[in-house]
Structure formats: structure tokens, C-alpha cells
């Protein structure tokens, strides 16, 4: 064989290669992000008033707590007191609580439902839970107001000094 089909040879080896490698003109990567499944509550700081020597009911500002959650079938939250007002040293002397609940704003593709937007505890009837709740029906998160009143029911009629109720938010997935 001489140098010149050798070459040749070479060249269209060289060029059968090259033109294999060149042969691809598109490609494609896929990229995926896995998001956990999240539902949270947030509750705002401890608030505290007082009365005005009143016969009115005492009302505390609307507290705005957060409910979020990314479960496609939505989540349900709860609010509920763990006791009617109670004097903090005189666990005898006590006044109903009013609770309130509603949906200031949201963003997501949820819609929010009151599902209970109002509840008294009763303490003369050993009733110290008042419970409100909200649901969505999607992923979301909503800014909710929750109201809370001091029941005076007659100004005088009972001890001076410090009451209190604890408000507690429980959400879960649909």
C-alpha cells in the first residue's frame, strides 16, 4: 500500500469520526425540585389591656396570626382558649372569654372558609373552651384575625387584678 491510499484512508477514517461527533444538535437536562410538605401556624406576641371600668365587654385588638400549608387538599386550623378568663392568684373568680375568627387576606391558590366563627366559653357550666376554626381547599396562606373579649357582666362583681385566657392554634392537612 502506498502513502497516498494510506492517507486517503486516514483522512476518510478522520472524517467519518469527525462527522459522527458533529452529528448531535439538540440536548436535554432535566431539573426537579422536590418541595416538602409544609403546614405551619404562627401566633403573634402576648397582648394585654385594661378594662375601663365599664359595664362594656373588653376587647382586645384583632391579633393577626399566620396558618400556611402546601397539602393539595388544603388544611384546617382551630383556635380554641384553655380556660374562661381566670384571676391569676383567685383561680375561683373567673369571666367568660368571647372568641372570634376571620380571614383578613391569603395568598395561594387555597380559598378560606370560616367553618366557626364564634364561640363563649360558659364557666358557670364548667364550659372553659371556646373553639373557632377555618379550613382551605387548597395550598396556601392566610392572614387571620382572631378576636378576643373579656365578658365584664356586670363592672364590680368581680376581684381586681389580672385575668387571663391562652389562645392555642392547631393546624393539620387535609
Given at each position: 500500500?502506498?502513502?497516498?491510499?494510506?492517507?486517503?484512508?486516514?483522512?476518510?477514517?478522520?472524517?467519518?469520526?469527525?462527522?459522527?461527533?458533529?452529528?448531535?444538535?439538540?440536548?436535554?437536562?432535566?431539573?426537579?425540585?422536590?418541595?416538602?410538605?409544609?403546614?405551619?401556624?404562627?401566633?403573634?406576641?402576648?397582648?394585654s389591656i385594661i378594662h375601663?371600668?365599664?359595664?362594656?365587654?373588653?376587647?382586645?385588638?384583632?391579633?393577626?396570626?399566620?396558618?400556611?400549608?402546601?397539602?393539595?387538599?388544603?388544611?384546617?386550623?382551630?383556635?380554641?382558649?384553655?380556660?374562661?378568663?381566670?384571676?391569676?392568684?383567685?383561680?375561683?373568680s373567673k369571666r367568660n372569654?368571647?372568641?372570634?375568627?376571620?380571614?383578613?387576606?391569603?395568598?395561594?391558590?387555597?380559598?378560606?372558609?370560616?367553618?366557626?366563627?364564634?364561640?363563649?366559653?360558659?364557666?358557670?357550666?364548667?364550659?372553659?373552651?371556646?373553639?373557632?376554626?377555618?379550613?382551605?381547599?387548597?395550598?396556601?396562606?392566610?392572614?387571620?384575625?382572631?378576636?378576643?373579649?373579656?365578658?365584664?357582666?356586670?363592672?364590680?362583681?368581680?376581684?381586681?387584678?389580672?385575668?387571663?385566657?391562652?389562645?392555642?392554634?392547631?393546624?393539620?392537612?387535609?
Amino acid at each position: 500500500m502506498n502513502i497516498k491510499h494510506t492517507f486517503a484512508a486516514v483522512a476518510l477514517l478522520i472524517a467519518g469520526t469527525s462527522s459522527t461527533a458533529m452529528a448531535q444538535t439538540t440536548a436535554s437536562q432535566k431539573f426537579t425540585v422536590t418541595v416538602p410538605s409544609a403546614i405551619a401556624i404562627i401566633a403573634p406576641a402576648n397582648v394585654s389591656i385594661i378594662h375601663d371600668e365599664s359595664e362594656n365587654d373588653q376587647p382586645f385588638q384583632a391579633q393577626q396570626w399566620v396558618v400556611k400549608g402546601n397539602s393539595l387538599a388544603g388544611v384546617a386550623a382551630s383556635f380554641s382558649t384553655n380556660q374562661a378568663f381566670t384571676h391569676t392568684t383567685d383561680p375561683t373568680s373567673k369571666r367568660n372569654a368571647q372568641l372570634g375568627v376571620a380571614i383578613n387576606s391569603s395568598v395561594g391558590a387555597a380559598a378560606w372558609t370560616v367553618t366557626q366563627p364564634t364561640d363563649t366559653t360558659d364557666y358557670a357550666n364548667n364550659d372553659g373552651v371556646a373553639t373557632v376554626a377555618i379550613s382551605s381547599n387548597g395550598f396556601g396562606r392566610a392572614n387571620v384575625d382572631i378576636t378576643v373579649a373579656f365578658i365584664t357582666d356586670g363592672f364590680g362583681s368581680f376581684a381586681s387584678g389580672e385575668y387571663d385566657t391562652t389562645v392555642t392554634g392547631t393546624v393539620t392537612a387535609n
